[in-house]
Protein backbone atom coordinates (compact mmCIF):
# COMPACT_ATOMS: atom_id res chain seq x y z
CA UNK A 1 0.00 0.00 0.00
CA UNK A 2 0.88 3.52 -0.42
CA UNK A 3 2.75 5.22 2.44
CA UNK A 4 0.67 7.75 4.56
CA UNK A 5 3.07 10.19 4.45
CA UNK A 6 2.58 10.57 0.81
CA UNK A 7 -1.05 12.10 1.41
CA UNK A 8 -1.07 15.77 2.15
CA UNK A 9 -3.70 18.48 2.14
CA UNK A 10 -3.81 22.08 2.99
CA UNK A 11 -6.17 24.65 2.90
CA UNK A 12 -4.23 26.87 0.54
CA UNK A 13 -3.43 23.75 -1.58
CA UNK A 14 -7.24 22.76 -2.15
CA UNK A 15 -7.90 26.28 -3.79
CA UNK A 16 -4.65 26.09 -5.84
CA UNK A 17 -5.64 22.39 -6.56
CA UNK A 18 -1.94 22.40 -6.50
CA UNK A 19 -0.72 18.82 -7.72
CA UNK A 20 1.58 18.51 -4.74
CA UNK A 21 -1.10 18.18 -2.44
CA UNK A 22 -2.74 15.44 -4.04
CA UNK A 23 -1.00 12.33 -3.56
CA UNK A 24 2.71 11.67 -3.80
CA UNK A 25 4.37 8.13 -4.61
CA UNK A 26 7.88 7.06 -5.01
CA UNK A 27 8.18 4.40 -7.43
CA UNK A 28 11.54 3.24 -6.48
CA UNK A 29 10.45 0.84 -3.68
CA UNK A 30 10.06 -2.90 -3.87
CA UNK A 31 9.76 -4.70 -6.58
CA UNK A 32 8.31 -3.47 -10.04
CA UNK A 33 5.64 -5.66 -9.82
CA UNK A 34 4.72 -4.81 -6.41
CA UNK A 35 5.20 -1.09 -6.92
CA UNK A 36 3.01 -1.07 -9.92
CA UNK A 37 0.09 -3.31 -8.11
CA UNK A 38 0.44 -0.63 -5.64
CA UNK A 39 -0.33 2.79 -8.27
CA UNK A 40 -3.02 0.70 -9.51
CA UNK A 41 -4.49 0.49 -6.42
CA UNK A 42 -4.96 3.69 -5.37
CA UNK A 43 -5.85 4.97 -9.20
CA UNK A 44 -8.31 2.26 -9.20
CA UNK A 45 -10.05 3.33 -5.41
CA UNK A 46 -8.94 7.48 -5.89
CA UNK A 47 -12.50 9.23 -6.72
CA UNK A 48 -11.18 12.89 -5.37
CA UNK A 49 -10.15 15.82 -7.30
CA UNK A 50 -6.51 14.96 -6.35
CA UNK A 51 -3.39 14.83 -8.58
CA UNK A 52 -0.53 11.67 -8.42
CA UNK A 53 2.59 12.69 -8.89
CA UNK A 54 5.14 10.34 -9.04
CA UNK A 55 8.75 10.78 -8.02
CA UNK A 56 11.71 8.70 -8.33
CA UNK A 57 14.27 8.87 -5.35
CA UNK A 58 13.16 10.64 -2.25
CA UNK A 59 10.19 13.14 -2.26
CA UNK A 60 10.08 17.19 -2.04
CA UNK A 61 8.07 18.56 0.23
CA UNK A 62 4.73 20.08 -1.09
CA UNK A 63 5.65 23.68 -1.49
CA UNK A 64 9.30 22.45 -3.72
CA UNK A 65 6.95 19.89 -5.72
CA UNK A 66 4.26 23.10 -6.75
CA UNK A 67 7.74 24.48 -8.09
CA UNK A 68 7.50 22.12 -10.59
CA UNK A 69 4.05 21.61 -11.53
CA UNK A 70 1.61 24.56 -10.03
CA UNK A 71 -0.38 26.24 -12.80
CA UNK A 72 -0.33 29.96 -13.47
CA UNK A 73 -2.62 31.46 -10.46
CA UNK A 74 -2.41 34.94 -8.78
CA UNK A 75 0.85 35.63 -6.79
CA UNK A 76 -0.56 35.99 -3.21
CA UNK A 77 -2.33 32.53 -2.79
CA UNK A 78 0.99 31.27 -4.55
CA UNK A 79 3.21 32.94 -2.08
CA UNK A 80 0.66 31.60 0.87
CA UNK A 81 1.41 28.34 0.00
CA UNK A 82 5.23 28.32 -0.05
CA UNK A 83 5.59 30.82 2.75
CA UNK A 84 3.27 28.79 4.86
CA UNK A 85 5.30 27.16 7.76
CA UNK A 86 2.22 25.19 8.69
CA UNK A 87 2.46 23.30 6.15
CA UNK A 88 2.38 19.54 5.70
CA UNK A 89 5.22 18.06 4.10
CA UNK A 90 5.13 14.66 2.11
CA UNK A 91 8.82 13.71 2.50
CA UNK A 92 8.77 9.80 2.10
CA UNK A 93 11.69 7.63 3.50
CA UNK A 94 15.31 8.39 1.54
CA UNK A 95 16.30 6.49 -1.24
CA UNK A 96 18.30 5.74 -4.09
CA UNK A 97 18.73 7.08 -7.63
CA UNK A 98 19.23 5.34 -10.38
CA UNK A 99 21.89 3.37 -10.95
CA UNK A 100 24.48 4.42 -13.87
CA UNK A 101 26.08 7.07 -15.68
CA UNK A 102 22.09 8.39 -15.99
CA UNK A 103 22.37 9.17 -12.04
CA UNK A 104 24.06 11.70 -12.67
CA UNK A 105 22.42 15.15 -13.91
CA UNK A 106 24.31 17.20 -16.77
CA UNK A 107 24.59 20.21 -14.38
CA UNK A 108 25.86 18.52 -11.39
CA UNK A 109 23.99 16.48 -8.76
CA UNK A 110 21.64 13.62 -8.75
CA UNK A 111 18.55 13.73 -11.33
CA UNK A 112 15.11 13.79 -9.77
CA UNK A 113 12.67 13.52 -12.50
CA UNK A 114 8.54 13.86 -11.52
CA UNK A 115 5.23 12.37 -13.75
CA UNK A 116 2.10 13.85 -12.99
CA UNK A 117 -1.02 13.00 -13.64
CA UNK A 118 -4.64 14.95 -13.06
CA UNK A 119 -7.69 12.49 -11.18
CA UNK A 120 -9.79 12.51 -14.53
CA UNK A 121 -7.46 10.09 -16.42
CA UNK A 122 -6.79 8.31 -13.14
CA UNK A 123 -9.03 5.13 -14.17
CA UNK A 124 -7.42 4.77 -18.05
CA UNK A 125 -3.83 5.36 -15.89
CA UNK A 126 -4.91 2.43 -13.86
CA UNK A 127 -5.97 0.12 -16.69
CA UNK A 128 -2.74 0.62 -18.39
CA UNK A 129 -0.83 0.07 -15.66
CA UNK A 130 -2.88 -2.83 -14.47
CA UNK A 131 -2.26 -4.65 -18.14
CA UNK A 132 1.54 -3.95 -17.74
CA UNK A 133 2.04 -5.19 -14.24
CA UNK A 134 -0.01 -8.72 -15.78
CA UNK A 135 2.93 -8.95 -18.10
CA UNK A 136 5.68 -7.78 -15.68
CA UNK A 137 7.33 -10.83 -13.14
CA UNK A 138 7.11 -10.51 -9.88
CA UNK A 139 11.11 -10.94 -9.76
CA UNK A 140 11.71 -8.07 -12.22
CA UNK A 141 13.63 -5.49 -11.65
CA UNK A 142 14.84 -2.07 -13.90
CA UNK A 143 16.87 0.84 -13.80
CA UNK A 144 14.45 3.72 -14.10
CA UNK A 145 10.60 3.11 -13.47
CA UNK A 146 9.41 6.40 -14.39
CA UNK A 147 10.87 5.73 -17.45
CA UNK A 148 8.51 3.07 -18.53
CA UNK A 149 5.64 4.54 -16.29
CA UNK A 150 6.22 7.38 -18.69
CA UNK A 151 6.38 5.19 -21.86
CA UNK A 152 3.21 3.02 -20.59
CA UNK A 153 1.08 6.47 -20.25
CA UNK A 154 2.21 7.81 -23.35
CA UNK A 155 1.38 5.01 -25.56
CA UNK A 156 -2.02 4.76 -24.01
CA UNK A 157 -2.33 8.37 -25.26
CA UNK A 158 -2.82 9.90 -21.83
CA UNK A 159 -1.74 13.85 -20.73
CA UNK A 160 0.95 12.79 -18.47
CA UNK A 161 3.74 15.54 -17.62
CA UNK A 162 7.03 14.69 -16.73
CA UNK A 163 9.16 17.70 -15.58
CA UNK A 164 12.93 17.97 -14.90
CA UNK A 165 13.16 18.68 -11.22
CA UNK A 166 16.66 20.99 -11.21
CA UNK A 167 18.05 21.86 -9.01
CA UNK A 168 16.47 19.93 -6.41
CA UNK A 169 18.42 16.53 -5.22
CA UNK A 170 17.53 14.67 -1.90
CA UNK A 171 20.20 17.13 -0.25
CA UNK A 172 18.73 20.02 -1.50
CA UNK A 173 19.17 22.49 1.58
CA UNK A 174 17.12 25.57 0.32
CA UNK A 175 13.27 26.46 1.03
CA UNK A 176 11.03 25.96 -1.56
CA UNK A 177 10.92 29.65 -2.38
CA UNK A 178 14.92 29.91 -3.13
CA UNK A 179 13.82 26.41 -5.85
CA UNK A 180 11.13 28.51 -7.44
CA UNK A 181 13.97 31.61 -7.69
CA UNK A 182 16.44 29.12 -9.25
CA UNK A 183 13.67 27.86 -11.72
CA UNK A 184 12.75 31.38 -12.35
CA UNK A 185 16.20 31.87 -13.99
CA UNK A 186 16.02 30.92 -17.85
CA UNK A 187 18.72 28.70 -19.27
CA UNK A 188 19.83 29.08 -23.18
CA UNK A 189 21.27 32.20 -21.99
CA UNK A 190 24.42 33.93 -23.72
CA UNK A 191 27.58 33.53 -21.95
CA UNK A 192 27.95 36.97 -21.14
CA UNK A 193 24.22 36.60 -19.31
CA UNK A 194 25.65 32.97 -17.97
CA UNK A 195 28.46 34.02 -15.91
CA UNK A 196 27.83 37.97 -14.96
CA UNK A 197 24.33 39.24 -15.71
CA UNK A 198 22.17 36.60 -14.09
CA UNK A 199 24.14 36.36 -10.84
CA UNK A 200 23.36 40.14 -10.53
CA UNK A 201 19.24 39.83 -11.80
CA UNK A 202 18.61 37.46 -9.64
CA UNK A 203 18.99 39.66 -6.54
CA UNK A 204 17.44 42.89 -8.49
CA UNK A 205 14.38 40.41 -8.95
CA UNK A 206 14.36 39.04 -5.56
CA UNK A 207 13.81 43.21 -4.45
CA UNK A 208 11.43 43.77 -7.07
CA UNK A 209 9.32 41.06 -5.69
CA UNK A 210 9.68 42.03 -2.03
CA UNK A 211 8.36 45.46 -3.53
CA UNK A 212 5.75 44.76 -5.68
CA UNK A 213 7.23 45.96 -8.52
CA UNK A 214 5.64 44.57 -11.87
CA UNK A 215 7.62 42.59 -14.46
CA UNK A 216 6.25 45.58 -17.47
CA UNK A 217 7.74 48.20 -15.08
CA UNK A 218 11.28 46.35 -15.13
CA UNK A 219 10.75 46.36 -18.94
CA UNK A 220 10.31 50.07 -19.11
CA UNK A 221 13.21 51.19 -16.86
CA UNK A 222 15.53 48.78 -18.36
CA UNK A 223 14.23 50.83 -21.37
CA UNK A 224 14.76 54.33 -19.63
CA UNK A 225 18.44 53.81 -18.29
CA UNK A 226 19.43 52.40 -21.81
CA UNK A 227 18.11 55.77 -23.03
CA UNK A 228 20.11 57.67 -20.30
CA UNK A 229 23.36 55.49 -21.80
CA UNK A 230 22.50 56.76 -25.56
CA UNK A 231 22.20 60.55 -24.58
CA UNK A 232 25.41 60.30 -22.87
CA UNK A 233 27.34 58.53 -25.16
CA UNK A 234 25.80 61.08 -27.78
CA UNK A 235 27.40 63.94 -25.75
CA UNK A 236 30.62 61.79 -25.77
CA UNK A 237 30.66 62.46 -21.87
CA UNK A 238 30.99 60.04 -19.26
CA UNK A 239 31.36 57.18 -21.23
CA UNK A 240 32.34 54.85 -17.75
CA UNK A 241 28.60 56.22 -16.45
CA UNK A 242 27.29 55.09 -20.18
CA UNK A 243 28.86 51.70 -19.94
CA UNK A 244 27.63 51.56 -16.44
CA UNK A 245 23.96 52.20 -17.37
CA UNK A 246 23.81 50.12 -20.04
CA UNK A 247 25.00 47.19 -17.68
CA UNK A 248 22.14 48.30 -15.50
CA UNK A 249 19.69 48.06 -18.42
CA UNK A 250 20.90 45.02 -19.23
CA UNK A 251 20.63 43.51 -15.90
CA UNK A 252 16.86 44.94 -15.65
CA UNK A 253 16.50 43.26 -18.67
CA UNK A 254 17.00 39.83 -17.48
CA UNK A 255 14.88 40.47 -13.62
CA UNK A 256 12.21 41.40 -15.85
CA UNK A 257 10.97 37.54 -16.76
CA UNK A 258 12.40 36.49 -13.45
CA UNK A 259 10.13 38.23 -11.78
CA UNK A 260 7.55 37.44 -14.38
CA UNK A 261 8.47 33.52 -14.09
CA UNK A 262 8.10 33.96 -10.58
CA UNK A 263 5.17 35.79 -9.51
CA UNK A 264 3.65 34.12 -12.80
CA UNK A 265 3.50 36.97 -14.23
CA UNK A 266 4.33 35.94 -17.60
CA UNK A 267 2.20 37.37 -20.29
CA UNK A 268 2.20 37.94 -24.24
CA UNK A 269 2.04 41.33 -24.22
CA UNK A 270 4.30 41.42 -21.68
CA UNK A 271 6.98 39.13 -24.04
CA UNK A 272 6.38 41.28 -26.54
CA UNK A 273 6.91 44.47 -24.95
CA UNK A 274 10.58 43.42 -23.48
CA UNK A 275 11.93 42.13 -27.32
CA UNK A 276 10.36 45.06 -28.78
CA UNK A 277 11.98 47.73 -26.31
CA UNK A 278 15.00 45.65 -26.65
CA UNK A 279 15.21 46.67 -30.60
CA UNK A 280 14.60 49.85 -29.68
CA UNK A 281 17.39 50.37 -26.61
CA UNK A 282 19.63 48.60 -28.75
CA UNK A 283 18.83 51.19 -32.02
CA UNK A 284 18.95 53.88 -29.26
CA UNK A 285 22.42 52.98 -27.88
CA UNK A 286 23.55 52.58 -31.91
CA UNK A 287 22.70 56.54 -32.76
CA UNK A 288 23.48 57.59 -29.57
CA UNK A 289 27.54 56.58 -30.60
CA UNK A 290 26.82 57.54 -33.95
CA UNK A 291 26.39 61.45 -32.45
CA UNK A 292 29.31 60.78 -29.59
CA UNK A 293 31.63 60.25 -33.21
CA UNK A 294 30.13 63.42 -34.85
CA UNK A 295 31.11 65.56 -31.78
CA UNK A 296 34.32 64.44 -31.76
CA UNK A 297 34.55 65.15 -36.00
CA UNK A 298 34.83 61.41 -36.49
CA UNK A 299 31.30 61.01 -38.50
CA UNK A 300 30.37 57.15 -38.47
CA UNK A 301 26.56 57.74 -39.71
CA UNK A 302 27.72 55.16 -42.60
CA UNK A 303 29.02 52.72 -40.13
CA UNK A 304 26.36 52.63 -38.01
CA UNK A 305 23.50 52.66 -40.84
CA UNK A 306 25.64 49.43 -42.03
CA UNK A 307 25.12 48.32 -38.21
CA UNK A 308 21.41 49.17 -37.60
CA UNK A 309 21.00 47.04 -40.89
CA UNK A 310 22.68 44.23 -39.97
CA UNK A 311 21.35 43.32 -36.73
CA UNK A 312 17.75 43.67 -38.29
CA UNK A 313 18.71 41.48 -41.29
CA UNK A 314 19.59 39.11 -38.41
CA UNK A 315 16.46 38.89 -36.42
CA UNK A 316 14.41 39.23 -39.42
CA UNK A 317 15.76 35.66 -40.18
CA UNK A 318 15.20 34.81 -36.73
CA UNK A 319 11.44 35.52 -37.40
CA UNK A 320 11.76 33.84 -40.56
CA UNK A 321 13.44 30.52 -40.12
CA UNK A 322 12.99 30.08 -36.45
CA UNK A 323 9.85 31.59 -35.13
CA UNK A 324 8.10 30.76 -38.55
CA UNK A 325 8.87 27.83 -40.95
CA UNK A 326 10.69 25.82 -38.17
CA UNK A 327 7.40 27.03 -35.63
CA UNK A 328 4.96 25.64 -38.73
CA UNK A 329 7.34 22.07 -38.64
CA UNK A 330 7.00 21.63 -34.89
CA UNK A 331 2.88 22.09 -34.52
CA UNK A 332 2.77 20.24 -37.96
CA UNK A 333 4.68 17.47 -36.15
CA UNK A 334 3.95 18.14 -32.62
CA UNK A 335 1.57 14.56 -31.95
CA UNK A 336 4.28 12.97 -33.48
CA UNK A 337 7.06 14.03 -31.86
CA UNK A 338 5.36 14.11 -28.63
CA UNK A 339 4.47 10.09 -28.61
CA UNK A 340 8.04 9.70 -30.12
CA UNK A 341 10.11 11.38 -27.51
CA UNK A 342 10.86 9.26 -24.52
CA UNK A 343 11.87 10.22 -21.15
CA UNK A 344 15.43 9.91 -21.56
CA UNK A 345 15.35 12.23 -24.22
CA UNK A 346 13.50 14.72 -22.67
CA UNK A 347 16.11 14.51 -20.32
CA UNK A 348 18.85 15.24 -22.28
CA UNK A 349 16.92 17.90 -23.51
CA UNK A 350 15.82 19.50 -20.38
CA UNK A 351 19.94 19.74 -19.24
CA UNK A 352 20.46 21.79 -22.30
CA UNK A 353 17.77 24.61 -20.72
CA UNK A 354 19.49 24.32 -17.61
CA UNK A 355 21.23 27.61 -16.56
CA UNK A 356 25.19 27.61 -15.95
CA UNK A 357 27.52 26.45 -17.71
CA UNK A 358 27.37 22.91 -18.56
CA UNK A 359 23.91 23.29 -20.16
CA UNK A 360 26.00 22.58 -23.33
CA UNK A 361 29.60 21.85 -24.20
CA UNK A 362 32.80 24.23 -25.08
CA UNK A 363 31.56 24.01 -28.50
CA UNK A 364 28.11 24.75 -27.85
CA UNK A 365 29.34 28.14 -25.98
CA UNK A 366 31.04 28.80 -29.21
CA UNK A 367 28.18 28.70 -31.51
CA UNK A 368 25.99 30.05 -29.02
CA UNK A 369 28.51 33.52 -28.49
CA UNK A 370 28.78 33.73 -32.38
CA UNK A 371 24.83 33.69 -32.50
CA UNK A 372 25.32 36.84 -31.24
CA UNK A 373 22.88 37.26 -28.36
CA UNK A 374 22.11 40.29 -26.71
CA UNK A 375 24.40 40.33 -23.93
CA UNK A 376 27.43 39.79 -25.76
CA UNK A 377 26.42 42.67 -28.84
CA UNK A 378 26.35 45.46 -25.83
CA UNK A 379 29.32 44.04 -24.26
CA UNK A 380 31.46 44.41 -27.62
CA UNK A 381 30.04 48.12 -27.98
CA UNK A 382 30.77 48.96 -24.04
CA UNK A 383 33.92 47.39 -24.03
CA UNK A 384 35.25 48.91 -27.50
CA UNK A 385 33.82 52.08 -26.96
CA UNK A 386 36.08 52.18 -23.57
CA UNK A 387 38.82 51.23 -24.82
CA UNK A 388 38.94 52.67 -28.37
CA UNK A 389 35.99 55.51 -28.95
CA UNK A 390 32.58 55.26 -31.10
CA UNK A 391 33.27 54.70 -34.43
CA UNK A 392 35.77 51.84 -33.30
CA UNK A 393 32.94 50.57 -31.25
CA UNK A 394 30.51 50.63 -34.25
CA UNK A 395 32.94 49.08 -36.58
CA UNK A 396 33.88 45.90 -33.92
CA UNK A 397 29.74 45.73 -33.52
CA UNK A 398 28.83 45.31 -37.06
CA UNK A 399 31.68 42.77 -37.74
CA UNK A 400 30.72 41.06 -34.79
CA UNK A 401 26.64 40.91 -35.86
CA UNK A 402 27.74 40.61 -39.63
CA UNK A 403 29.77 37.34 -38.74
CA UNK A 404 26.93 35.99 -37.07
CA UNK A 405 24.46 36.80 -40.01
CA UNK A 406 26.46 34.97 -41.84
CA UNK A 407 27.24 31.90 -39.75
CA UNK A 408 23.64 31.28 -38.38
CA UNK A 409 22.21 31.80 -42.25
CA UNK A 410 24.42 28.94 -43.56
CA UNK A 411 23.52 27.10 -40.43
CA UNK A 412 19.69 27.48 -41.42
CA UNK A 413 20.17 27.00 -44.54
CA UNK A 414 22.04 23.24 -43.96
CA UNK A 415 19.17 22.69 -41.46
CA UNK A 416 16.18 24.08 -44.31
CA UNK A 417 17.70 21.45 -46.83
CA UNK A 418 16.51 18.37 -44.05
CA UNK A 419 13.18 20.36 -44.03
CA UNK A 420 9.79 19.08 -45.65
CA UNK A 421 8.28 21.34 -48.30
CA UNK A 422 5.52 24.04 -46.74
CA UNK A 423 2.26 23.48 -48.51
CA UNK A 424 -0.21 25.31 -45.90
CA UNK A 425 -0.57 29.15 -47.75
CA UNK A 426 -0.77 30.79 -44.22
CA UNK A 427 2.96 29.81 -43.74
CA UNK A 428 3.43 31.96 -46.97
CA UNK A 429 0.70 35.03 -45.18
CA UNK A 430 3.12 35.04 -42.27
CA UNK A 431 6.64 34.81 -44.50
CA UNK A 432 4.71 38.03 -46.62
CA UNK A 433 4.33 40.10 -43.28
CA UNK A 434 7.89 39.26 -42.14
CA UNK A 435 9.42 40.48 -45.59
CA UNK A 436 7.21 43.56 -45.58
CA UNK A 437 5.37 42.57 -48.94
CA UNK A 438 1.83 42.33 -49.99
CA UNK A 439 2.48 39.17 -52.00
CA UNK A 440 1.19 36.22 -49.44
CA UNK A 441 1.08 33.65 -52.11
CA UNK A 442 4.94 33.99 -53.61
CA UNK A 443 7.02 31.35 -52.54
CA UNK A 444 4.09 29.47 -51.41
CA UNK A 445 5.08 25.81 -50.67
CA UNK A 446 8.59 26.57 -51.06
CA UNK A 447 10.63 26.09 -47.79
CA UNK A 448 13.47 28.35 -48.75
CA UNK A 449 11.00 31.34 -48.90
CA UNK A 450 11.99 32.90 -45.50
CA UNK A 451 15.45 33.80 -47.26
CA UNK A 452 13.43 36.40 -48.71
CA UNK A 453 13.16 38.03 -45.39
CA UNK A 454 16.52 39.48 -44.46
CA UNK A 455 17.16 39.58 -48.08
CA UNK A 456 14.63 42.18 -48.85
CA UNK A 457 15.64 44.12 -45.82
CA UNK A 458 19.13 44.10 -47.35
CA UNK A 459 18.22 44.48 -50.81
CA UNK A 460 15.98 47.73 -49.45
CA UNK A 461 18.92 48.70 -47.45
CA UNK A 462 21.68 49.10 -49.66
CA UNK A 463 20.44 52.19 -51.95
CA UNK A 464 19.72 54.07 -48.74
CA UNK A 465 23.10 53.18 -47.52
CA UNK A 466 24.43 54.60 -50.70
CA UNK A 467 22.76 57.88 -49.71
CA UNK A 468 24.30 58.06 -46.74
CA UNK A 469 27.65 57.48 -47.88
CA UNK A 470 27.07 60.08 -50.69
CA UNK A 471 26.90 62.53 -48.00
CA UNK A 472 28.52 61.64 -45.35
CA UNK A 473 31.33 63.97 -45.49
CA UNK A 474 29.35 66.64 -46.90
CA UNK A 475 26.01 67.23 -45.36
CA UNK A 476 26.35 65.31 -41.99
CA UNK A 477 23.00 66.67 -41.19
CA UNK A 478 21.55 64.52 -43.95
CA UNK A 479 23.52 61.99 -42.87
CA UNK A 480 22.03 62.01 -39.47
CA UNK A 481 18.22 61.99 -41.01
CA UNK A 482 19.44 58.71 -43.57
CA UNK A 483 20.28 56.93 -40.09
CA UNK A 484 17.37 57.46 -38.56
CA UNK A 485 15.14 56.36 -41.77
CA UNK A 486 16.77 53.32 -41.15
CA UNK A 487 16.03 52.90 -37.64
CA UNK A 488 12.20 53.57 -38.35
CA UNK A 489 12.19 51.01 -40.92
CA UNK A 490 13.75 48.57 -38.84
CA UNK A 491 11.09 48.90 -35.74
CA UNK A 492 8.36 48.51 -38.83
CA UNK A 493 9.78 45.39 -40.09
CA UNK A 494 10.44 44.74 -36.30
CA UNK A 495 6.45 45.31 -35.82
CA UNK A 496 5.81 43.29 -38.53
CA UNK A 497 7.82 40.60 -37.52
CA UNK A 498 6.30 39.99 -34.28
CA UNK A 499 3.18 40.28 -35.63
CA UNK A 500 3.62 37.31 -37.60
CA UNK A 501 5.60 35.31 -34.19
CA UNK A 502 1.92 36.15 -32.64
CA UNK A 503 -0.68 35.28 -36.01
CA UNK A 504 -1.57 39.56 -35.74
CA UNK A 505 -1.84 40.60 -38.82
CA UNK A 506 -0.36 44.36 -38.13
CA UNK A 507 -3.04 46.19 -40.85
CA UNK A 508 -1.61 49.46 -40.25
CA UNK A 509 2.33 48.72 -41.02
CA UNK A 510 1.31 47.59 -44.07
CA UNK A 511 0.54 51.74 -44.68
CA UNK A 512 4.15 51.83 -45.09
CA UNK A 513 4.20 50.92 -48.61
CA UNK A 514 6.12 47.48 -48.35
CA UNK A 515 9.61 47.07 -48.79
CA UNK A 516 9.86 47.52 -52.69
CA UNK A 517 8.19 51.20 -52.75
CA UNK A 518 11.05 51.99 -49.97
CA UNK A 519 13.88 50.72 -51.88
CA UNK A 520 12.20 52.63 -55.00
CA UNK A 521 12.24 55.95 -53.15
CA UNK A 522 16.22 55.45 -52.16
CA UNK A 523 16.86 54.57 -55.31
CA UNK A 524 15.66 57.39 -56.41
CA UNK A 525 17.24 59.58 -54.21
CA UNK A 526 20.38 58.42 -54.61
CA UNK A 527 20.04 59.21 -58.81
CA UNK A 528 19.25 63.01 -57.34
CA UNK A 529 22.37 63.04 -55.37
CA UNK A 530 24.91 61.42 -57.95
CA UNK A 531 23.03 63.26 -60.66
CA UNK A 532 23.17 66.41 -58.53
CA UNK A 533 19.33 67.17 -59.54
CA UNK A 534 17.77 70.31 -57.18
CA UNK A 535 15.66 68.30 -55.31
CA UNK A 536 15.31 68.20 -51.51
CA UNK A 537 16.60 65.02 -50.36
CA UNK A 538 16.46 66.02 -47.04
CA UNK A 539 12.88 67.14 -47.12
CA UNK A 540 12.57 63.47 -48.69
CA UNK A 541 13.75 61.45 -45.58
CA UNK A 542 12.49 63.97 -42.81
CA UNK A 543 8.63 63.52 -44.65
CA UNK A 544 9.52 59.57 -44.87
CA UNK A 545 11.06 59.31 -41.03
CA UNK A 546 8.17 61.05 -39.28
CA UNK A 547 5.58 58.93 -41.78
CA UNK A 548 7.17 55.63 -41.12
CA UNK A 549 7.71 56.49 -36.98
CA UNK A 550 3.87 57.33 -36.86
CA UNK A 551 3.01 53.82 -38.65
CA UNK A 552 5.49 52.28 -35.75
CA UNK A 553 3.83 53.98 -32.47
CA UNK A 554 0.10 53.15 -34.41
CA UNK A 555 1.19 49.60 -34.97
CA UNK A 556 2.33 49.32 -31.93
CA UNK A 557 -0.40 50.58 -29.66
CA UNK A 558 -2.82 48.40 -31.71
CA UNK A 559 -0.57 45.32 -30.86
CA UNK A 560 -0.03 46.19 -27.56
CA UNK A 561 -4.13 45.96 -27.17
CA UNK A 562 -4.86 43.25 -29.61
CA UNK A 563 -2.52 41.21 -28.23
CA UNK A 564 -4.20 38.55 -25.22
CA UNK A 565 -3.00 39.22 -21.89
CA UNK A 566 -3.12 36.19 -20.18
CA UNK A 567 -1.15 33.98 -18.50
CA UNK A 568 1.26 32.16 -20.42
CA UNK A 569 1.18 28.16 -19.76
CA UNK A 570 4.27 27.04 -21.27
Given at each position: ???????????????????????????????????????????????????LTLV????????????????????????????SKSASHCDIESGALNEGDDAEAENGGPRVIALYLVSSDFHSAAQALEEAAAKTSTEQSTGSRLTLIYEILKLS???????????????????ASDLRWARSTRGMDGLVSTLFLRKLSLRVSKGAVFLGVSPNFLTLLSCFIAFIAAVLLARDQFLGVAAVAMCLSLVLDCSDGEVARFTHQSTVVGGWLDAFTDRIKEHSIIVGLALGAATRSEPAWFVAAVALSLITARHLANFAFIE??????????????????????AVARWAKERPGLRQTSLFGWISRVLHAPVSERWTVLIVTALVFNARTALVAYSTYVGLSLILTCLGWVRRTARLKSVSELRVSAQLADVRDSYWKSFGAGQKWTWLTAPGSFIVESIPLLFVILRVADEDENLAMWGVLVMVATSLLRYERGYGARHSIGAEVAKLSGGWLLRALIWSAALVFLWTNVAARVDLVLIVVFMWLMAIVVVAATATYFRLERTVELA
Open positions: MIDSRAMCTTAAGSMLGMPSCGAVFRVDDGSFYEMLRNVVEFLSHNNSDDSESSSPSCGHLSSFFDEPRTAGVVSELLNGLAVKAVDAYPWTPAYTGTTLLRFQKIHNAEKRERSENLEE
